[in-house]
């Protein structure tokens, strides 16, 4: 199977109890331990369905507001109580997301400590990120350096859980935004000779991280597409959005019209393809130019479709771009504790899927 | 295609480096580059340290220089006069010849990964020198190719100067090339670093890479120097941005002797207190050092204004809704506060006149009539207001006059009146009569504190405004009624997106309330005390010394409030101002600290500046903590016990 046509499914239960079966051993899931109430739903799911996994969790720190009514320690609390069900290959792995001067320092910190045990991680058949409560800047080098080992020393088989939640999405929105940085684990250009046609993929009004990335790849930016989301169960979303971001993206961006791709973001593979595609149609087309010319992406859309974006990046060799949030103001504290009965989405990103 | 802005104002161009050149000339305003290139020092083959606060204009002045600026300078002379007259009158430029080009480095986040990755066999401090050596030497290939492009002469006939052995250059230094070859193996090695930097663990180390023991990129540009008919200075933007050891690197380097000026530009908050309670002046000379504070050189009114109106009319042309405007038409649809209408004042007046009965009857020995006084005259408000306050003042006397009607009944006229006294009444009566307290371009100007970033965000959601009203049609004007809620929703944005955002935000947003109230209790007192009112507070220098001190700074409050006031100084909330030796014979120096004139908005408090109030540091601390109300810090200024617990 090619990643063109990648794996993936909805029924998240019954794809484990028959992988579980096939493989006679149960996996290991790799997931943060936050305030999210989404963080550990893959391990729960497969222990409610009679799975044991092991668990390796992340324990990661954010400023976040709106805690008045201590839900959101409750939160953080009920998740770290949790983990005490399965068996943990080691103590949480603590990450340091930010460094003193508050840069991204976080996914190179992961990387680091995860290729310290991956002898541990090498005895699985099966690898789960479960990036529901991960922050895209650990869960993005996290993927990028476990294919890479997939492909070259040891690991067999990444998966990736993912549950998109809008209406939790909506309630923790980012309070503060970093400047903009090449994420770490992805190609990172140095020369200034580079060219960039950039693809942000948008599904939120949040103008602030998509000007700031504009600002500074400006000068070397020489085509920007963005790719906004076109859902079936909420068709107005993608001209609200481009209402909501129509000085952004038109005035300051300068924008074409024909250059916006609407994509079912439901599905990352359809992200994934889009840029595959667009990478290709790029490099050809502008071949003759001097200097590299490279697509950068940017994804700002829900995490399941920066799953396909990273797939494409590492897969091609493409730069990330992303604004990382410092702070995050959960609106309303209740949500956290509402209970999630919903499956997460089953990613199957490396391993004999893919292998002929 | 052009670009257009709905509002122009609400952009931050200095943080956009990837700006093309003809946007970034035509929006520039080089008054304070021409005060700035007046100062001798600058072009002085030292090392200049150009310190300020976010929004002080570092980049943008340093962004100038840059040889592919220069060359559209020169180019389109005629598109950019004013800007070619100031490089001109300082050499940079001469009969359209560029004499000095600036080699613009930006710290940016590549330097901080040289700190992160851990590679074993090699050095951090290694791999930070590369990178330098490397960006500087690209900077140096880029600068003398267009330069010599600019005369004409070709790639072919370009020699870059190897670095004398006795230097110890590292090999990619050593020899005399040509600058296509030396271009090839720059960016060669950039792109080997790179790699390094970004690589996972375990990943092999890339063969050929050779790592600098010591910044050699100054020597290459010394030599340069030698073939090159002209002169370079290194400029080194956002060097905050480093780490301290990387920090202290590149400090050491740059402040060496060494034949070509030096900028390095940097914000506050990476000083520590001590520096950042400096002597309030604006630049401080050493041999080869010199430290220029861009805040202070901002501080000059007459030639902030200057700059925001050029700055006004330069962004006016980047939106097709306002383009039509000037910055003086501008200012005149900023409305400043009418008179006070007819009706109004003789509210004033008939309340003046009965809180002037009240307090004569009290004191009748001392305070005149309010309406004997005025016999056969037609005081206006603001004379009553001015009654009032001197009545006040005689009244709380503690000791009654033997010969009152000796006294001089001038006293009480406002033609006598100090200003301080005139605009404390003006500000009394517009509280009286519930007029706005701030309207009008001018205290737009002054509330920016004369920093350029806070000018545009006050000034940018009045162009918002504008811009709907010319959206439908309607009359532009906007009304000091308006303007003032306006004011108050911009000085909530800036305490919600950028003081609480702050590292220590909320003890600096506590210490700003407590600071406010108390202000404004006290700017409020009848008598006007501290006309035009308080909008500052001192810190003796005893008390200073003990913030400075790294022996008393062991205690955590001590250190806590230290690391507050440095945030909060160091981010324009609190500025610091010219020490004081105020008071009796012998009593200690004062060191004030103004509040952002932003914040005096939301405490209703003068824009003039104001007076000062000595808070003791302990109360400062407690204020920094938790809610005081504005007497209890009137009753315990003098006090110096800590009253909440030294928990930390």
Redesign the interface.
């Known amino acids: 199977m090619i990643r063109a046509d990648g794996f993936y499914t909805s029924e998240f239960n019954s794809f484990w109890k028959k992988r579980v079966e096939e493989v006679g051993k149960a996996p290991l899931v790799i997931a943060g331990i936050g305030f999210d109430p989404r963080s550990l739903q893959s391990a729960k799911m497969l222990y409610e369905s009679g799975i044991v996994p092991k668990l390796l969790p992340i324990d990661f720190s954010v400023i976040s507001y709106g805690d008045e009514d201590g839900s959101l320690s409750e939160a953080t609390t009920n998740n770290r109580n949790y983990i005490n069900k399965f068996d943990m290959i080691t103590d949480p792995l603590k990450i340091e997301m930010y460094d003193s001067q508050g840069r991204s320092i976080g996914g190179r910190t992961l990387v680091k400590e995860i290729f310290n045990i991956q002898t541990q991680l090498n005895s699985f058949s099966d690898i789960i990120i479960d990036i529901g409560g991960l922050p895209r800047t650990l869960f993005a080098p996290l993927m990028s350096f476990l294919i890479n080992q997939q492909k070259e020393s040891g690991i067999k088989n990444l998966h990736v859980a993912s549950l998109p939640e809008s209406k939790l999405d909506n309630e923790i929105v980012s309070a503060q935004i970093l400047e903009p940085n090449f994420m770490y684990g992805f190609d990172r250009p140095t020369s200034d000779d580079h060219k960039f046609v950039w693809i942000p993929i948008i599904g939120k009004n949040d103008p602030a991280r998509l000007r700031k990335i504009h600002n500074k790849i400006e000068k070397s930016c020489i085509e920007t597409c963005p790719i906004l989301p076109f859902r079936s169960n909420d068709p107005r979303l993608t001209d609200q959005l481009i209402l909501n971001l129509k000085e952004v993206l038109f005035q300051e961006i300068r924008t074409f019209n024909n250059n916006i791709f609407y994509i079912d973001h439901r599905s990352p593979f359809f992200v994934y393809r889009e840029i595959i595609e667009l990478s290709g149609y790029y490099s050809k087309l502008l071949k003759d130019l001097p200097g590299e010319v490279k697509v950068l992406i940017s994804p700002m859309d829900d995490k399941t479709s920066s799953v396909g974006a990273i797939i494409a990046a590492v897969e091609k060799k493409l730069p990330i771009m992303y604004a990382d949030t410092i702070s995050y103001k959960v609106k309303n504290g209740n949500i956290l504790s509402s209970e999630i009965k919903n499956e997460p989405m089953e990613i199957w990103v490396a391993g004999e899927a893919y292998e002929d | ?1 052009a670009y ?3 509002n122009p104002f609400l ?1 931050r161009f200095s ?6 050149n003809s946007m970034f000339l035509s929006m520039y305003a080089p008054q304070i580059v021409r005060k700035l290139l007046n100062i001798e020092h600058l072009l002085l083959p030292k090392a200049t340290w150009l310190i300020g606060t976010p929004g002080s204009g570092k980049s943008s002045i340093l962004r100038l220089f840059g040889i592919d600026i220069l060359i559209d300078i020169v180019r389109q002379r005629s598109t950019y006069p004013h800007i070619y007259d100031v490089l001109s009158e300082a050499k940079i430029i001469e009969d359209d010849i560029i004499k000095s080009i600036g080699l613009y480095i930006q710290i940016d ?2 330097y ?2 040289t700190a ?3 590679i074993s066999g090699i050095s951090n401090d290694q791999l930070f020198n590369t990178l330098f050596d490397i960006r500087v030497a ?1 900077k140096v290939i ?1 600068t003398i190719e267009s330069y010599n492009n600019f005369k004409s002469i070709s790639n072919s006939e370009i020699i870059i100067r190897g670095v004398e052995s006795e230097q110890f250059p590292p090999q990619i230094f050593a020899n005399n090339q040509t600058i296509d070859q030396f271009k090839k193996k720059v ?1 060669e090695k ?2 080997l ?3 390094l ?2 690589s ?3 990943a092999p180390l890339p063969k050929n890479l050779e790592l600098h023991n010591r910044i050699s990129s100054l020597d290459l540009i010394q030599e340069q120097k030698r073939s090159q008919d002209v002169e370079f200075f290194l400029m080194i933007d956002d060097s905050h ?1 480093l ?1 301290p050891s990387q920090f202290k690197i590149l400090k050491t380097v740059l402040e060496k002797r060494n034949s070509f000026p030096r900028w390095i530009a940097t914000r506050k908050h990476i000083y520590p207190i001590a520096a950042l309670l400096g002597s309030g002046s604006n630049a401080t000379d050493e041999r080869e050092v010199f430290t220029l504070d861009l805040d202070v050189v901002l501080n000059d009114t007459s030639l902030y204004k200057k700059f925001i109106k050029i700055l006004v009319d330069r962004r006016l042309n980047f939106t097709s809704m306002l383009n039509e405007f000037t910055s003086e038409n501008i200012e005149a649809m900023i409305a400043k506060e009418e008179p006070v209408d007819l009706d109004k004042a003789k509210i004033a007046i008939e309340q003046q006149k009965d809180e002037a009965k009240k307090l004569a009857s009290k004191f009748k020995y001392q305070v005149p009539d309010f309406d004997v006084y005025f016999k056969g005259k037609n005081p206006t408000s603001i004379e009553g207001e001015i009654f009032l306050i001197k009545a006040y003042r005689t009244s709380n006397k503690k000791q009654l006059s033997l010969f009152p009607e000796l006294e001089a009944k001038n006293d009480f006229a406002y033609s006598e009146a100090p200003s301080k006294d005139r605009h404390a009444a003006e500000l009394f009566l517009k509280k009286r009569l519930k007029i706005p307290l701030y309207s009008g371009f001018d205290n737009i100007i002054s509330i920016s504190n004369n920093n350029v970033e806070q000018f545009m965000r006050v000034f940018s959601p009045f162009i918002d405004r504008l811009i709907y009203r010319v959206e439908i049609n309607k009359n532009t004007s906007i009304l000091p009624n308006e303007q003032f809620k306006i004011l108050r929703n911009i000085v909530k944005n800036y305490i919600n997106n950028v003081i609480l ?1 702050l590292y220590l935000g909320n003890n600096i947003y506590q210490l700003i309330q407590n600071l406010g109230n108390y202000f404004q209790l006290r700017s409020y007192e009848p008598n006007a005390p501290h006309a035009p009112g308080i909008t500052q507070f001192a810190i003796l220098a005893s008390d200073i010394y003990k913030i400075k001190d790294e022996k008393f700074r062991a205690k955590p409050w001590i250190k806590k409030l230290s690391d507050i006031l440095t945030v909060a100084i160091s981010h324009n909330i609190l500025i610091p101002e010219q020490s004081v030796k105020q008071g009796a014979a012998g009593s200690e120096l004062k060191h004030p600290f103004s509040l952002n004139r932003l914040l005096c908005v939301s405490f209703s408090l003068p824009l003039q500046k104001g007076d000062f109030q000595i808070i003791p540091i302990e109360l400062l601390y407690e204020m920094c903590n938790r809610h005081t109300k504005p007497d209890e810090i009137k009753k315990r200024k003098a006090s110096k016990q800590l009253t909440i617990l030294d928990d930390l």
């Open positions: 295609m257009n802005f709905k952009s943080d956009r480096t990837g700006l093309s986040e590549l901080a990964e992160n990755v851990s690209k880029h960016y950039e792109s670093i790179a790699g930097l970004n996972f663990p375990g941005d780490y955002r």
